[in-house]
């Protein structure tokens, strides 16, 4: 019988084989082992647990969203993982159940030796849902508004358990439909000018009908779920915003849009699901602003060893030809600040390796001595404590040829802090009011018999906006509408032709250092 870790390896490598081939016979035997991987895991199911690997189960405490999609989609596969619970000092879900059962109920409740997994059963009797259903069933039935409902769940921290046996979606057998691609040469080498393979045209950029795009989204829950992930777009997923891009090589890049309630006000969130002959290898994701994309991604360790590279300038791509990026920024996060797993992997040397620079002049400055001090010495390595230093200033990559010290960008935290001002200087922090008088000001400052209510408090800032030229309050209204079409691209592209609003917004909320 193989150990546990001597499964894990195989399996890392066959899937690596199925997303990575050399020829059409690697990829037949990958795909007939794996399909009978379950069986061979069957005896280390435990010891393999929270691998993704078929037959075996995984152990988290999924948030509201998550838990609600995963209860949809795999029904009593998934449930309450009790004996984690047992663990607790406190039996939170009891006070919860008190807030939601008859009144007379909580004589049984405050019971300490009634728990409430046992209090469940009994409420329960013979209804063959799980407990995780009857306890989402409970609380959706008292109708509270959706944000106190999933924070009332949230507030739990209720550990999972997702029984992986038989399950299609686990990572041993995750694929979306694809032509393979063959690959007799791996791109894993960094290319001479990571700028200039950006600037090389993608794939087109093509819209999903919104069936396929649900075969999108739940692969991509499925995929990062399954590595303790939950990333926010992914999970709030707009079915009816899903690109799929084209990019050569066997991969596909999936661009997936957020859900129009939870549209960020001046910038645009968009996720990523990175394909690999069907694969999902990684994710990604851009956060978009008059031409600037925060970006990163994320290649699942299986992954690393193929077309990182690649696969990276591709993902810049997409967004600097079909989204307008010109300026690309790592945040320090990714770097390694208060990130341990940023700090070693190094991933502030492979970003610099590509030419993205520090916007910290201090920063770039310290950057430049270690680097010189590495080329000299063969086989250095920087310490953990340099690369935190590194890792303090976020990092640029402009393919409009901007430098670090000239890079400009609008602090939407002040933006924010700057409508909280207003509402409590003009309305005395009345929140309703104040929203549907910055709407009248803001319509009738542009011509209008109404504007959305979601961007008028920011426009509401804008001291002059009734002196601007008619063209450019035209162009405003229609800015301020397309942010909620049921697509969010136009926005964006919006966002960079309002050379106006584009100023303003850059000299009344600047940036305050990296």
């Known amino acids: 019988m193989a150990s546990a870790d001597a499964l894990i390896a195989r399996h890392e490598r066959l899937c690596f084989i199925r997303a990575f081939p050399r020829t059409a016979a690697d990829l037949r035997r990958a795909e007939r082992e794996l399909a009978g991987f379950e069986r061979l895991a069957a005896p280390r199911r435990e010891e393999l647990r929270n691998t993704g690997i078929a037959g075996t189960s995984y152990h988290y405490p999924f948030n509201y969203a998550m838990t609600r999609w995963l209860r949809a989609r795999y029904g009593r596969a998934v449930d309450v993982d009790w004996p984690a619970y047992r663990r607790r000092a406190w039996d939170d879900v009891a006070a919860l159940l008190s807030l939601v059962v008859a009144w007379a109920e909580n004589e049984g409740l405050d019971d300490d030796d009634v728990p409430s997994w046992e209090w469940i059963r009994a409420a329960k009797g013979p209804d063959r849902r799980t407990d995780l259903a009857w306890l989402l069933d409970v609380l959706a039935a008292q109708r509270l508004a959706p944000k106190l409902e999933a924070h009332l769940f949230e507030s739990l921290n209720l550990p999972l358990r997702w029984d992986l046996a038989g399950c299609a979606d686990a990572v041993t057998h995750a694929r979306l439909p694809a032509r393979p691609f063959f690959h007799r040469r791996l791109l894993s080498e960094r290319p001479a000018d990571f700028a200039r393979e950006v600037l090389r045209p993608p ?9 396929r795009a649900d075969r999108v989204i739940d692969a991509a829950r499925a995929a990062l779920s399954q590595r303790e992930r939950e990333f926010h777009v992914i999970v709030h997923a707009h079915r009816r915003e899903v690109y799929r891009v084209d990019a050569g090589r066997g991969l596909e890049i999936y661009v997936i849009g957020l859900a129009p309630a939870l549209r960020l006000t001046l910038e645009s969130d968009y996720g990523a699901l990175l394909v690999k002959n069907g694969v999902p290898i990684g994710y990604g994701y851009a956060v978009l602003l008059f031409g600037r994309a ?5 290649i699942f360790p299986t992954y690393r060893g193929g077309e990182s590279p690649y696969v990276f300038h591709r993902f810049c791509a997409v967004f600097h030809h079909h989204f307008g990026a010109r300026r690309f920024v790592m945040r320090r996060y ?9 700090i070693e992997a190094g991933s502030f040397w492979f970003y610099y390796k590509l030419g993205f ?36 200033s976020d990092m640029l990559l402009a393919t409009d040829g ?3 010290e000239a890079f400009a960008d609008v602090d939407v935290r002040r933006v924010g802090l700057a409508v909280t001002r207003a509402i409590r200087l003009r309305q005395g922090g009345d929140r309703a009011r104040a929203v549907a008088a910055a709407v009248r000001r803001v319509a009738r400052a542009l011509g209008a018999d109404a504007v959305p209510e979601r961007l008028a408090p920011v426009a509401d800032l804008v001291p002059d906006l009734e002196r601007w ?4 309050r035209r162009a405003l209204l229609a800015l301020l509408r397309a942010k909620e079409l049921p697509l969010e691209r136009p926005f964006v592209l919006a966002m960079q032709r309002h050379e106006r609003w584009r100023r303003w917004a850059l000299a009344a909320f600047p940036t305050r250092g990296t």
């Open 357 to 392: 620079r520090s916007l910290a002049r201090p920063v770039r400055a310290l950057a430049e001595v270690e680097a010189a001090r590495l080329e000299r010495r063969a086989g250095a390595r920087s310490s953990p404590a340099m690369l935190r230093r590194l890792a303090r």
């Open 334 to 342: 990714q770097l390694g600040h208060q990130n341990p797993e940023g």
């Open 402 to 404: 901007t430098r670090p």
């Open 294 to 298: 925060d970006i990163g991604i994320n």
């Open 469 to 472: 030229e008619p063209a450019e």
């Open 203 to 211: 794939g087109a950029l093509r819209l999903l009908a919104p069936e």
